[in-house]
């Protein structure tokens, strides 16, 4: 189990590192960073000095190397566009991201478990196969269409909760709906499909001539067991939340990373935008890793060292 962890763990960190290379090269190389921070039409003397200025005139593997070596030491560099550490703009959001993807989590836990338990339940019934339209309809919905919706029907046709902001906890309820029905589908198939496996199996049964039926038998047996391949699937979407977060804050206007992403894209701000792709990926990975780990955790094979 150990040598396991320690080769995804060693994988996990080798993806990361690729994707940062890769994002520093994609966004220096599609870019001039000089022009970035001067404007298009600046003139060439003062792109020339901000080039020197900025050390931007040295090769791009100095750099990376040069960035690598701060982010390690905590220095994620400073801000083009809003002229101020890294660091300190990712600290100012990070809280509000977070906050945003867990109640996502909870959207997502609070309808897919139950309506992949009642759909297994009620197998090749009507109520099935309305769960199971139901979720192909979430995932067939984009997330722009979902939120703009949201906001017509219940912040301004019913004013029940505010368009935009992340100053209460009601300013969440719309964006982490946004942001949770897309996950309910996966999450929801998988609940039904190991919940039907495990009402099927050999225990189950009996557990049933011991006289265990209904919420007895779905509580003590059959959900704990059936639960066990969802939460390493959540561990995953947790990340994918984190992440993929950028549409749901903009429409909403959250101050959080993925609104910090696009305003730092749309300003040309390649030192922010370098970090958050790094960031992001290192939290995507991370949580790959958790899954990854506790599938492991529930695998005898991998618990004794066989392959």
């Not at 867990?102 to 009507?126: C, D, E, K, Q, Y």
């Not at 029940?160 to 946004?178: N, Q, Y």
Request: charged share 15%; hydrophobic share 55%; no cysteine.
């Amino acid at each position: 189990m150990l040598n396991y962890a320690l080769q995804r763990a060693a994988l996990a960190l080798a993806v990361a590192f690729t994707v940062s290379l890769a994002a520093f090269l994609l966004l220096n190389i599609a870019t001039d960073p000089a022009y970035a921070i001067a404007g298009e039409e600046a003139d060439p003397e003062v792109v020339e000095q901000i080039r020197i200025r900025y050390g931007l005139d040295r090769p791009l593997w100095v750099r990376y190397v040069e960035w690598l070596t701060g982010v390690l030491r905590g220095d994620f560099g400073v801000s083009y566009y809003w002229n101020k550490p890294v660091a300190e703009l990712v600290a100012e959001r990070v809280g509000t991201t977070l906050t945003l993807a867990f109640s996502a989590l909870f959207v997502t836990i609070f309808i897919a478990i139950p309506l992949g338990a009642l759909a297994a339940l009620n197998r090749n019934t009507w109520i099935d196969r309305f769960a199971l339209w139901l979720a192909v309809s979430a995932q067939a919905v984009p997330n722009f269409w979902l939120g703009l919706i949201l906001i017509i029907l219940f912040a301004v046709m019913l004013p029940i909760f505010p368009v935009s902001g992340d100053t209460t906890w009601r300013h969440f309820v719309l964006p982490a709906f946004v942001l949770g029905a897309s996950s309910v589908p996966p999450v929801m198939r998988l609940m039904r499909t190991g919940l039907i496996e495990v009402m099927g199996s050999d225990y189950i049964r009996t557990a049933r001539s011991k006289g265990y039926n209904g919420g007895a038998l779905l509580m003590r047996h059959a959900l704990r067991n059936a639960l066990l391949p969802v939460v390493s699937v959540l561990a995953v979407q947790l990340g994918q939340k984190v992440g993929g977060s950028v549409i749901t804050e903009s429409i909403f206007a959250i101050n959080g990373l993925g609104r910090l992403a696009l305003q730092s894209i749309l300003g040309a701000d390649i030192p922010t935008v370098q970090m958050l792709i790094f960031l992001f990926a290192l939290v995507f990975v991370g949580m790959n890793l958790l899954a990854d780990l506790l599938n492991a955790a529930l695998d005898p094979r991998i618990r004794i060292g066989k392959p």
